[in-house]
Nanobody, 125 residues
């Protein structure tokens, strides 16, 4: 069973930073493009960022470009999301999941439609 576990969330002040981790359990992450999504209270889940299978290409939502950086360490079976210059509107539960990849480019569309527990990120003073 494919299982991804998110961690690294917390409470941070505006302008602060957090690094989220997405660890794979029971399978090798190497074969999948991975994406981060988030869902704020009362809003639909939205795509944040994704990274291709080999890590060579990334994709970001306009709202996080220049502030968030996605990376992967296949040796550690983990994908990261470095979040800098955090804003209150970044407050949400963050999820990672396998995403669609086409011609080596990832897309913010889930591959299996399955979600983990997520990790809460709260940006507040």
């Amino acid at each position: 069973q494919l299982q991804l576990v998110e961690s690294g969330g917390g409470l941070v002040q505006p302008g602060g930073s957090l690094r989220l981790s997405c660890a794979a359990s029971g399978f090798t992450l190497d074969y999948y493009a991975i994406g981060w999504f988030r869902q704020a209270p009362g809003k639909e889940r939205e795509g944040v960022s994704c990274i291709s299978t080999n890590g060579g290409r990334t994709n970001y939502a306009d709202s996080v470009k220049g502030r968030f950086t996605i990376s992967r360490d296949n040796a550690k079976n983990t994908v990261y999301l470095q979040m800098n210059s955090l804003k209150p509107e970044d407050t949400a539960i963050y999820y990672c999941t396998a995403v669609v990849e086409h011609q080596a480019m990832c897309h913010l569309k889930t591959l299996f439609g399955s979600w983990g527990q997520g990790t809460q990120v709260t940006v507040s003073s």
